[in-house]
């Protein structure tokens, strides 16, 4: 089908689908990495900024931050003073900077068999093009 919707659904959940797959030694899901990913970079954003920055529903998120806190890779952040009371924050704990680490050489195993796969266009080209479509409203 020519149909960009729904290739782009397709391919959206064959990727996760592997990512998942390539993930679930480790115990996490590719969702829940990107979560892990973020929290590397920025920690101590709220929910919303998270959320917003990872085009992920809040209630996903949270759900997701949950069971990462259950698994002891996640930490609570007590909110600073220009922050509200009932914003909810987090930071890598230890564990999950160290799970980080051990799945990096994975991630990049599989971003460089995804980008061998995409050799025309150029993986670039894609992920620029996908990046602009993501901005659509």
């Known amino acids: 089908m020519q149909c ?6 397709m391919a959206a959940r064959a990727v996760t689908r592997r990512a998942d797959r390539k993930l679930r030694p480790f115990g996490v899901t590719a969702a829940q990495f990107n979560i892990l990913g973020a929290l590397l970079l920025q920690s ?8 917003n920055s990872l085009a992920m529903d809040r209630t996903t998120l949270s759900r997701n931050l949950d069971v990462l806190e259950r698994k002891g890779l996640v930490k609570a952040v007590a909110p600073g003073e220009s922050d509200h009371a009932n914003t909810r924050l987090s930071a890598l704990s230890e564990e999950g900077r160290k799970l980080v680490d051990e799945i990096l050489p ?32």
């Open 44 to 51: 101590g954003r709220s929910v919303t900024e998270m959320a």
């Open 106 to 137: 994975e991630w990049r195993k599989g971003q460089a068999e995804l980008r061998a796969t995409l050799r025309d266009p150029d993986f670039t080209d894609v992920l620029t093009a996908l990046r602009q479509m993501a901005k659509l409203t």
């Open 4 to 9: 960009l919707v729904l290739n782009t659904r």
